[in-house]
Every structure is written in C-alpha cells, then in structure tokens.
C-alpha cells in the first residue's frame, strides 16, 4: 500500500512564520473578536453545572432542535432534529464523516479548486480520486461547460459556497450549472456552507439543499466557529435527507462520536436567542472588509472583489509585483511583519494559478490599518 503524503498546511506554516517574526497574522482566517458573550456565559455555565458525560452521538437534543429551527426560520429548510442533523467536532469532521460515508473506493470527486485544503487528502483516505475543477481569478466562476467536463466519472461534488479563498458567492446561474449536472449524472452533492452567515447583511445566503430537485442528494455542512465567531471551539454539523444522514452518522460514530456538551448547550443558546447578534456581526465584518480593500487599493494593491468569509484576495501580476504568491508571502512576512496565504495553495498539481494572496480582514481597526501601512511599504519595495 503507497503512503498518503502528510505535510504541514500552509495555515500553521505561516501561522509559525508570523509567531516567530512578532508579524500581524492575517494568513490564517480567525477573527480578532469572540462571539456574543452570552453564548460564552452559557458555556461556562454548562462547564460548572453540567452535563459532564457523553452527550447523544448524533448531537443534544437542544443543538439539534435549535438547528432545525434556525435553518427553517433563515433558509427555508426543513430538516428533522431526530433523523437530519449529526453534530460534529467542527466542520472538518462533518467533512470527514462525509467524504468517508460516501465516497467508495475509485469513486470520482469534483473538487472546484481553489479548494479548502482538507478536501483532497480526506477524498484519497476515502479511497476516491480527485477530479479537479479549475477556477481563475479575477471572477472565479463556475460554468456547465466546465461542470461537465469532468463529471463523466464522478460519483459526489464538493460545492464551498461562500467560498474560502474567494469570498465569492455562487449566482443562480452556478446554482442551475450544479443542479443540472448532479442530476445528470447522479451525484451526490457535498455543500460546504460554513460561511453562509458571514456574507452581506442584504444578500441572503441560497443553500444548495433549498433546490428541490436536488431532494435527498445534498449534505449540507455548517460551522459555529464561523456563524458565531468561535473557530477554536469546533462544533459543526451535517445536515441531510435521513437515509443519507444515517450513512454520515454512522461514519461519525466511530470518527469522534460526540463533542462536549457544554459547547453544544452554548451554540443551541446562541442559534436561539442571538439571531440579532449576526446582524452586528456582519456589518461589522463588512466594515473591515473595506477598510482593508480600501487601504490596499490606495496602496497600489489590484483587490479582486470579495464579498462573503473574513478573506480578500489581491493580485499580484495585476499590482505590478513580479513575485509568485508563496515568495511574496515568505518576503511579507520575513521583512515586512504581515502574514498571507498564497492561494496556490488552494490548487493541487502544476499550474495554478501563483499571482493571488488571499488576506484576512476580520481583525481590529488599528490592527488592520497597521497591516495596510506595512503592505504599502512592501509593495513600495517590490513594485
Ligand atoms: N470548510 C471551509 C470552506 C472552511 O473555510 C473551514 C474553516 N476555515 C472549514 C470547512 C472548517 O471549519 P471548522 O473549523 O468548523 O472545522
């Protein structure tokens, strides 16, 4: 048997990188600030009071109910608390779970790159192959034509939308490209909406699961480290038709099995009673968005344009810096005290495109100004 190849990701690479140096991190994506302080209340309450044992495999109760009502009041989606939901450690295991009960040895996935980096490893682990879809920047869309290219052999899609690094938003006509191509070819339909909250205040996230011809084919994953700005807790979910939830859970039972309860009592409190929270949220992570891409413009930076997660992305070719994204990201945070992510990492393969940054935004004013002052020095030097 050959071995899977395990190296460091590039988001603790550059997160060592940015320790080391004293540099501003904005490579890897968490925001400065921590959630609403009731949720954090209620989970030190949970911690003193209790319960301190292994909650229900597929989830409490309560963060099962509560995520059936949250989904039927701010998507239109009907999932039931005792049949549709596994709670899972953090989106990562509601992927793995998946990616694990679904895909069979030899099986074909569609993986739309720039992709979220554990998708691929956890895709070969299943036994499957990778079939990649290239998108390019600056638009970074998604088209039939490219869907069907490579969905002769494909068995499951992996759809990020908002998308990490992007922060685009699929349109209607992406959503339609999908659907037609999942039925098809019959796919099942792996929908990575961990950033479905973190997105314009007015632009309303459309889950691929609310397409009611894609009934019964689409796992729909969520993350409370993103919705409430808590990535270090790791409560995420699996969302789907029974049947295949059944398949997902009894993946996930034998993966983590649960996570703590005192957690899962503080998200449910959250998705209950802080719906108004996410508002401030959002419009507070707009502002930081701006200010970064306002600052990075003035400074000479080509900001592509981004409209949901905590992520921009700039491009070099197209700021007059003849570097590739990983040697201007080392040169960044070696000798100018700020940390990115080069987006080729978001490829496998030769080729990717290499002249786009991705940068994190949902940090402090001061923070984020002092990382603008310094990019504006760097691109001084480089350009
Ligand atoms: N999917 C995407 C697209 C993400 O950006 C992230 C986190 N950055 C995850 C999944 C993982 O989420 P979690 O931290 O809840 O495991």
């Known amino acids: 048997m050959t ?17 080391a140096s004293g540099a ?8 400065d600030s921590c959630g609403p302080p009731s949720v954090r209340q209620a989970a030190a309450k949970a911690v003193l009071d209790g319960p301190h044992h292994y909650p229900r495999m597929r989830g409490t109760d309560s963060l099962r109910a509560a995520l059936a009502g949250f989904y039927a009041d701010t998507q239109r989606l009907h999932y039931d608390s005792a049949t549709d939901i596994v709670v899972t450690s953090g989106a990562t295991e509601a992927l793995a779970s998946a990616i694990l009960a679904l895909v069979e040895p030899g099986d074909g996935v569609i993986v739309i790159e720039p ?40 068995r499951v899609i992996l759809v990020n939308d908002p998308a990490n690094p992007t922060g685009r938003m699929l ?14 070819h019959d796919l099942i339909v792996i929908a990575d909406e961990v950033w479905e909250e973190v997105r314009p205040d007015q632009r309303l996230h459309v889950s691929l699961a609310a397409d009611p011809a894609l009934d019964g084919r689409v796992v729909k994953i969520g993350s409370a480290g993103k919705i409430f700005e808590l990535t270090g807790w790791k409560i995420g979910w699996a969302m789907a038709a ?16 649960t996570s703590s309860p005192a957690l899962q009592q503080a998200i449910a409190h959250g998705l209950d009673t802080e719906r108004l929270w996410l508002g401030t949220m959002r419009k507070q992570v707009e502002a930081g968005r701006t200010r970064l891409a306002q600052g990075l413009s003035e400074a000479g930076y080509a900001v592509l344009p981004s409209a949901a997660t905590w992520f921009l992305c700039v491009d070099l070719a197209a700021s007059g810096i003849p570097l590739s994204d990983r040697q201007f990201c080392d040169t960044i945070v070696e000798r100018f005290g700020v940390a990115g992510i080069p987006v080729s ?19 402090a004013e001061p923070t984020v100004d002092a990382a603008i002052n310094r990019l504006a020095t760097a691109r001084k030097a480089m350009a």
């Open 3 to 19: 071995a899977i190849a395990v190296t460091t990701t590039i988001f603790e690479y550059m997160s060592a990188k940015a320790a």
């Open 24 to 31: 501003i991190n904005l490579g890897q994506g968490f925001p």
């Open 115 to 154: 992709a979220y980096d554990a998708y691929g490893p956890l895709v070969r682990r299943a036994g499957g192959k990778v079939l990649p879809l290239r998108l390019h920047p600056p638009h970074w869309r998604l088209t039939g034509d490219a869907l069907e290219a490579v969905a002769g052999n494909a």
């Open 171 to 184: 349109d209607a006509d992406e959503r339609a490209a999908l659907r037609d191509v999942a039925l098809a």
């Open 242 to 257: 029974a049947p295949l939830a059944a398949r997902v859970a009894a993946t996930h039972q034998y993966l983590t099995f």
């Open 345 to 363: 990492a978001f490829y496998e393969g030769e080729g990717a495109p290499a002249n786009v940054v991705r940068f994190c935004h949902a940090k």
